[in-house]
């Protein structure tokens, strides 16, 4: 038979996977000789043997990878025949290029059998892992990951776990994190010398008892508590200044999630699967989760137990009966970024809670739980973190090195290395000092963990944000990317599309060309620029911050432009029960004066007046409350008749979707005894159509058939759904997101790719 050598390449998600041992398994199997290397940016397996061998090795290398591995590409070349008697595992060598950082994986079944099996070595060790399962990226000191440049440098293998270290039979064959009852890290109580064992009994006493308790997981601190017990989630509520926003609920298994949850197919593989999200799913009728887990919403966020320590905090020989499902909400004070060590556990969170179970691996970078929506029975992603963070995102084409430091609210970076493109974990609301200098060191660290130098930084194009200033001080060549542009780039970047499109940015503030507040916009857009075609139509947004949390501020205004009078528009708000004379009075003065207010065509704010004129929301806790809660009111009815659409109107040289004379409508309607929630389905579909007119038109104008919707309106599913449908049975291709969030959390990705262009 023909003897033939390669070298192969294997680019993506190959470190930390146990994608090294697998090789040399495949390598055995056929029969074939030669070496595996992780050279950082891939893994080069040098190959001899016969040559139908070394085909069906490559087909396989792809076919039978490991599970948690994520091959992007590999490269072959014919090598010399050495005539090398053995297939070796050689070391680490470090070498700069795209190096892929693995994100954490959950406790993988194996590992869960061995923790509570009485007789194995691990039997409840709350740190437990191996080649297929644990953290990865939280305890990444360097690259390449290898345990000395990891968390696990501080505790030495005893010689049972160097001896299945080193075993290539074993699964903890090359597992960095490896450890064990004797050797690995420990539990403990923060602030007494209660650990291990007693640490953990103490923990479920008190979650059982109804308290509340702070634990330490993969990528920060938890608070916690039975979550099937009302007193005890509201008191966290009451607590943690949380009155609405729904809390994550963490279910002891499946059993236990489709009691508080319907879960289809597609979720259930999401949520068995290795990296454990937060998924959005609809309550069950009967469940026994609290109400006040997720306040008058249909929806529950439920995840598994991905660390071992928190299925120990379910499962445990101590006779204490716990409750099936907990809550496990990020702790954070409000604002800041997740608590990540001891010291920011007992400043932050000891106040809120009765006891912190912490121990003593350190986290070296954060990752908050990522959350996903479903739409079509595909994940739709709302906040893209541990699990997956920092998987990068391929955009074909581009040599060079930049960071993008993302928006205001929801931050998140991105650094963008020749083709591939990393958006970082979830780093938080930048009007927070706290959460500034928790992106200042991430962006950092990051950028050394991939060996990168970016040449240049992105930020938003808004003067006044924090992540404009800390661009500025970087002292790098800043490229300003506006806001609704990065969605819309963002959108194309994941879907693989550089062709222009028409952008349908439909967000909650950004910060426009003109230095107007943008929202509702209709771009013209490609990597190297944009043009503004359309937006909804422009209206005073007056009361300052305070505008963009209540909704009767933006409802007034409306009123008040559309009917011209602050006479009628106090007999308007008056009927629909929105506002007094007097804060009639000041909103108008504000208008008038030009004192305190902004032109602005936020379509969030739009939603927010509709909200409140309709009796669903009149201010909201949390960003994107009232949308929500309307887009509920509209499925509460289902269908309804449709609005006449009216005619566009033309500005400033765009065009302006008729959204004032719709609100009117809706408002005169509502005062006419119509329902609230045909109202508001009304209002959906009929913004819907607006927006579908808003494509023709700009379509018409360009020539282009293809629209891509971003922004954070478009994380109400009703809303895209329509928009979606309608675009396609007008023969529009239509790009939506997948696994990058629609909101400000998507839009690093964008000002990274925009920034790109601009220095090939
Ligand atoms: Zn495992
Ligand atoms: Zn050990």
């Known amino acids: 038979m023909k003897k033939t050598a390669v070298i192969l390449r294997v680019y993506g998600i190959v470190q930390g996977v146990g994608f090294r041992p697998f090789t040399a398994r495949l390598a055995s199997e056929h029969k074939l000789n030669g070496s595996v290397c992780n050279k950082g940016p891939y893994v080069e397996i040098r190959l001899e043997g016969d040559e139908a061998a070394v085909k069906c090795f490559s087909g396989e290398l792809i ?22 008697s053995s297939f070796e595992i050689i070391e680490s060598a470090k070498e700069q290029g795209a190096i892929f950082v693995s994100p954490d994986i959950a406790t ?65 064959y ?117 109400p006040s887990a997720a306040p008058g919403n249909p929806k529950i966020g439920i995840m598994l137990p991905y660390a071992p320590v928190q299925l120990l905090l379910f499962d445990y020989p101590d006779g204490i009966k716990m409750p099936e499902a907990f809550i496990m909400t990020s702790g954070n004070p409000s604002g800041a970024p997740i608590c990540r060590t001891d010291d ?62 993302g928006g205001e609210l929801k931050n998140t970076f991105c650094i963008g290395r020749d083709e591939l493109f990393y958006p970082s974990a979830y780093v938080g609301d930048m009007s927070d000092l706290r959460t500034m200098q928790a992106l200042r060191e991430t962006s950092k660290r990051m950028t050394e963990l991939l060996e990168t130098e970016p040449s240049v930084t992105a930020c938003d194009l808004h003067p006044r944000y924090n992540t404009t200033q800390l661009a500025n001080e970087l002292g790098k060549p800043v490229i300003q990317v506006q806001h609704h542009y ?26 426009g060309t003109d230095g107007t507040i943008w929202g509702g916009e209709f771009l013209l857009v490609d990597y190297h620029g944009f043009e503004r075609l359309g937006s909804i139509e422009p209206f005073c947004q007056a009361g300052g911050d305070r505008s963009s949390v209540e909704g009767w501020r933006i409802a007034v205004n409306l009123l008040y432009e559309i009917c011209g009078s602050q006479q009628e528009t106090v007999e308007l708000a008056e009927k629909l029960n929105i506002a007094s004379d007097r804060e009639v009075g000041a909103q108008c003065f504000m208008a008038d004066q030009g004192v305190n207010c902004v032109t602005s065509t936020s379509a969030g704010r739009l939603f927010d007046a509709v909200s409140a004129v309709l009796g669903i929301r009149r201010k909201v806790s949390f960003e994107g409350e009232a949308a929500m809660f309307l887009e509920y009111a509209a499925r509460r009815a289902g269908h309804a008749e449709k609005l006449p659409l009216s005619a566009f109107k033309e500005a400033d040289g765009r065009f302006l979707l008729p959204t004032s004379e719709l609100f009117y409508e809706i408002v005169k309607r509502k005062l006419s005894g119509e329902a609230s ?39 109400n599913l009703l809303l895209l759904e329509r928009v979606e449908e309608g675009l396609k049975e007008r023969g529009f291709k239509v790009l939506r997101h997948h696994l990058i969030p629609p909101n400000d959390g998507g839009i690093c990705l964008g000002q990274a790719v925009v920034a790109m262009a601009k220095i090939q």
Do not use: W
Not at 63 to 84: M, N, Q, W, Y
Not at 486 to 511: K, L, Q, R, W
Not at 686 to 692: F, T
């Open 174 to 290: 090359d597992a960095q994190p490896v450890c064990c009852n004797e050797c690995g890290p420990e539990v403990y109580i923060l602030g007494t010398e209660t650990k291990g064992a007693a640490a953990i009994t103490e923990i479920r006493r008190r979650i059982a008892a109804g308290e509340i308790v702070a634990i330490k997981g993969i990528g920060g601190f938890h608070l916690c508590c039975d979550a099937t017990n009302e007193a005890a989630v509201a008191k966290l509520r009451e607590r943690k200044h949380r009155p609405v926003k729904p809390f994550a609920v963490m279910v002891r298994d499946m059993e236990a999630a489709r009691r508080a949850v319907k879960i289809t197919p597609a979720a259930e593989e999401i949520l068995e699967g290795p990296k454990k999200p937060i998924l959005l799913l609809n309550r069950q009728e009967n469940s026994t989760i609290a």
């Open 63 to 84: 076919t039978k990878a490991p599970p948690r591995s994520a091959i992007l590409k590999v490269d072959e070349e014919a090598a010399e025949f050495t005539g090398v």
């Open 677 to 715: 929630e045909i109202l508001a389905v009304q209002f959906h579909d009929a913004l819907a159509d607006e927006i579908i007119a808003g494509c023709e038109r700009a379509g018409a104008q360009t020539g282009i058939r293809t629209a891509a919707l971003s922004g954070g309106v478009f994380q």
């Open 108 to 172: 993988c079944p194996e590992c869960k059998k061995e923790l509570f099996d009485p007789k194995d070595r691990r039997y409840l060790h709350p740190f437990i892992n191996c080649t297929a399962c644990g953290p990865r990226l939280t305890i990444l000191d360097a690259m390449p990951y290898d345990r000395e440049r990891t968390s696990m440098k501080a505790f030495p293998m005893c010689e049972a776990c160097a001896e299945e270290y080193n075993d290539p039979g074993s699964r903890r």
């Open 344 to 405: 920011d556990a007992r400043e932050a969170l000891g106040p809120l809670c009765e006891a912190v179970l912490s121990h003593d691996r350190r986290i070296r970078v954060r990752a908050d739980d990522s959350v996903i929506d479903f739409y079509h029975e595909a994940p739709y992603m709302i906040r893209r973190s541990r699990g997956y963070a920092p998987l990068p995102v391929m955009v074909k084409g581009f040599r060079g090195e930049v960071l993008a430091l």
């Open 486 to 511: 990065a969605h819309i780039v963002s959108c194309m970047a994941e879907n693989e599309v550089s062709e222009p499109v028409i952008g349908v940015s439909f967000d909650g503030t950004g910060y």
